[in-house]
DNA sequence: TAGTGGTCTAGACCACTGA
DNA sequence: CAGTGGTCTAGACCACTAT
């Protein structure tokens, strides 16, 4: 073998990834099964299998029991994004983290909430308001609505100096999200708040988590245009 | 023990995942070695390991060797979006695909571009634009550089039939990629090839790919106002 | 230096699925 | 039914790092 030694998961999947750029082994076609492939590369099946799921999971083969391993002919690649809190967000790019809370209410939600909660109308929850700064500037907006049935809690808490982004991650814990991206025109409340015209175009992520069966939250992440969201990407 | 039997890495990983949601395991908090935790639910290490690196992986816990494994204080959660070809993207939403080539130059890319790509000004690239129908509708311009150095048979393709999206993907495979998501109010060519007014707001999907050392292709996805990028979130 | 996670191995059995 | 991937196990050694 003129390919340096491979001994290790990662080296298994450097091999194959050279094998599939370097068209040796084509997109659509079938590659030689694990117990083949440990032999060749002179190391346990367990390893292949390694090497292999790692690269079925980003998308780059498919695999099936019985008929074996391809090379997937529209990769599916997988774009990660970190989702983490807003402050952490802003001390990351080094500036100095400010919160303010506009208002804090109890009211029945918009039709929007309760269908991306997967819920009935009618029942009231908690509206919190905020906007994040950056070195004083509006770097987000928050929108969130919190479920008191799930959260009773959060009643008897102001907001004030934490925002609900941080009160609830160190809280309540959830068991399932999901997340949304879109672009709006600016509102007239994010007009206001983030201080840009109306024609403005607003980066927004809008997150529902729930814990169990119960819904925990909705919230509505709106940035000052111009920010990007940035994937770190796989393969 | 109360708990249902443990002994595939799914059920390991449910019962580490029920721990820290019941708050038995609190965040910041060490949980047991493997070794103790195989021990407790009777099965290998190994079964052990896969669960925790998994669960590493996702951001729930913190591993380092010697200290032992915490409960993630901050965890960062990892939205995870599929990128695929337009075509895809337009055909599993039940509608049937159209393209067409707006146009195809050989220019100087704009600075921005070079600088998405990691490169210096003044190389000539090949510029495509073609815009993606569903049902006959516009639902996405593609705003493609494709670097004719890396990619020379480029120059000899016309991207009349297929889009080169789909060309690329097929035909030069890519080691590495960037992707960033923005949000920006219809340019001209936008508000044309869309069909939209001037207050529309347009979601962005940028990416970048190289071969090895070399530059691929930089590419914006517009998206028809109201689009929404939508994550299978993990955990 | 010692404790922890990271990985490899050989062998085994199971689950799925195409023929 | 038979071939393939999916997983588990016990044991081993290695790599990193707190002390």
Redesign the interface.
């Known amino acids: 073998m003129s390919t340096p030694d491979i001994n290790s998961w990662q080296s298994v999947q450097d091999e194959v990834?050279r094998r599939?750029?370097n068209?040796i082994w084509k997109?659509g076609a079938q590659i030689p099964n694990e117990t083949d492939l440990a032999k060749e590369f002179n190391c346990g099946r367990t390893t292949v299998n390694r090497a292999l799921r790692e690269l079925a999971e980003s998308?780059i083969l498919e695999r099936k029991r019985k008929s074996g391993t391809r090379v997937a002919l529209?990769?599916?690649?997988?774009?990660?994004?970190?989702?983490?809190?807003v402050r952490?967000e802003i001390e990351e790019r080094g500036a100095s983290y400010g919160y303010a809370l506009i208002d804090r209410t109890v009211d029945t939600p918009p039709h929007a909430v309760t269908f991306a909660m997967e819920l009935a109308q009618g029942e009231e929850m908690l509206h919190v308001r905020a906007v994040h700064l950056a070195d004083g500037v509006p770097y987000a907006l928050e929108d969130r609505w919190i479920c008191l049935r799930t959260v009773p809690q959060a009643r008897d808490y102001d907001f004030a100096q934490k925002s609900a982004n941080e009160w609830l991650?160190?809280n309540v814990?959830y068991?399932?999200?999901?997340?949304?991206?879109?672009?709006?025109?600016a509102s007239a409340f994010e007009q206001e708040y983030l201080a840009v015209s109306d024609?403005?175009?607003?980066?927004h992520v809008e997150r529902a988590t729930w814990?169990d069966k119960g819904p925990v939250t909705f919230v509505t992440i709106s940035y000052q245009?111009?920010?990007?969201?940035?994937?770190t990407?796989t393969?």
């Open positions: 990834l599939i750029h068209r997109p998308g529209h990769p599916v690649s997988r774009a990660v994004i970190a989702v983490q809190i952490r991650l160190e814990p068991n399932r999200a999901t997340l949304s991206i879109l672009a709006t025109p024609k403005a175009s607003i980066l814990r245009p111009g920010h990007r969201i940035i994937s990407t393969s």
